[in-house]
């Protein structure tokens, strides 16, 4: 049973950490702008960087997961799980990331995923509007 607030802080959970992907996937995309593969492979730092910001949204991927069991599903256009697993990938695995899968991931699915989450975020906004009137 809900209890009185817990649907609301759920609610909440959920719309922070979809933030919270979404600013990494801005600054992902900054941290790219202008820059080659090649350019990218030499720069430790920049690589640094996203793959700290992979691992931010993998972990906000995680947290929906858990505070909304149901968002993974009425959702499905997110991939949390795949998010998550990323975010795995690259802090257990940090000795084995291969920066070829990183830049892919980067500069093909963070794009795709950040339109995505504009989408759902604006929507959640109007459900919310709606519902406050």
């Known amino acids: 049973m809900t209890k009185p607030g817990e649907r609301a802080d759920k609610k909440r959970r959920v719309d922070i950490s979809l933030q919270d992907m979404r600013d990494s996937s801005d600054a992902i995309a900054d941290y ?8 990218f492979r030499q720069d430790p730092m920049r690589q640094d960087a996203v793959i ?12 929906i ?20 697993e990323m975010r795995n990938f690259v802090s257990h695995g940090y000795d084995a990331v291969d920066i070829a899968i990183v830049w892919d991931s980067a500069t093909n699915d963070i794009p795709a995923l950040r339109k995505v989450l504009e989408e759902v ?13």
């Open 32 to 39: 790219l702008r202008d820059i080659t593969e090649a350019e």
């Open 52 to 63: 700290r910001r992979l691992e931010v949204i993998g972990e906000a991927a995680g947290r």
């Open 65 to 84: 997961m858990k505070a909304d069991r149901q968002f993974e599903d009425t959702l499905s256009e997110i991939p949390l799980r795949d998010a998550y």
């Open 121 to 133: 975020i604006a929507g959640r906004k109007d459900d919310e509007k709606k519902s406050d009137a």
